[in-house]
């Protein structure tokens, strides 16, 4: 197994889009060499400025780096292409004895599978899905749910805490970290759309938004999340997005297919889960999530 330096590692970053790029950048600003791949070539002037350097395929980014892979992809299909796929990393990562370090959020099933493949081909996977937006990416502010052998996450911490400002370890098994990364994201959907519904009963009552959000984010709670999401509504900032109405609908299937797998009812999560398909069915899909809040108002007969 070859062996990584805490102060100064080689790492293969893999999907470089709204999260992973500003990821891989703090990776650059703490020290270490980031050797990227994304399915979208980066221009060589961005490449250069942001201290990267380039690799033709996943394959070729886990082979030259020092044993350490991180991914942040869009979804299922993403992480097996990047795997598993013809230039895949998992081959070079093997013969390196390596370690994979899933950030990306993915469902349950596809965290056991990737860890047993793995475990095959001679490296190891560890599940470290994120909470947090691009700004909080950028701002190295993530927080990071890990799941896997303690070794390996003592291993990567100094990497993980490059990019976020808590790391937690929530068991031996990497589909722990993604159950818990869904469960996070259920919550965050169930919230949105009860704000939304706040939001349209008292608007309908001629009570300003605004002030419903400070009397609630003020008396009752205290919320960063309610009070960020609580101004991207008022506001109508739904554009360019933080996260996509659409991919919150992938995580809500995500989480519907895990509450089956387990036998666990959520009736909460299928009533959220129809109100982002019929967003994304009425074309609002690459808006923020946050555009539940308008489409909740739009049922109501608000404008």
Known sequence: MESSSAS?????????????MPMARNLVNAGHVVIVWNRT???????????????????????????????????????EAVTLGEHGLLKALGAKQGLH???????VQIAAEMAAAHTAAGCRYLAAPVFGRPDAAAAAKLSVVAAGDAADIAQVEPLLK?????????GPKPEQANTVKLAGNFLLMSM????????ALTGKAGVDARQV????????????VYENYGNIAINKRFDPPG???????????????????AAVPMPAASLVHDRMLGGVARGAGELDWSVIARLVAEDAGLK
């Open 192 to 199: 949105l759309e009860s704000l939304g519904e706040a939001f």
């Open 243 to 261: 996260f996509k109405l659409r991919l919150g609908l992938k995580d809500a299937n995500l989480v519907l297919a895990a509450a089956t797998a």
């Open 162 to 170: 490059a990019m976020g400002q808590a790391v937690f370890h929530v």
């Open 101 to 107: 370090v899933s950030m990306s959020t993915v469902s």
């Open 8 to 20: 100064k590692q080689t790492v293969a970053f893999i999907g470089l889009g709204s999260m992973g």
């Open 41 to 79: 070539p980066m221009p060589e002037a961005e490449r250069a400025a942001n201290g990267f350097e380039s690799a033709a395929s996943p394959a070729e980014a886990a082979a030259r780096s020092s044993g350490i892979v991180i991914t942040m992809v869009a979804d299922d299909v993403a992480l």
């Open 213 to 224: 959000l400070d009397i609630v984010n003020g008396a009752l709670m205290r919320s960063p």
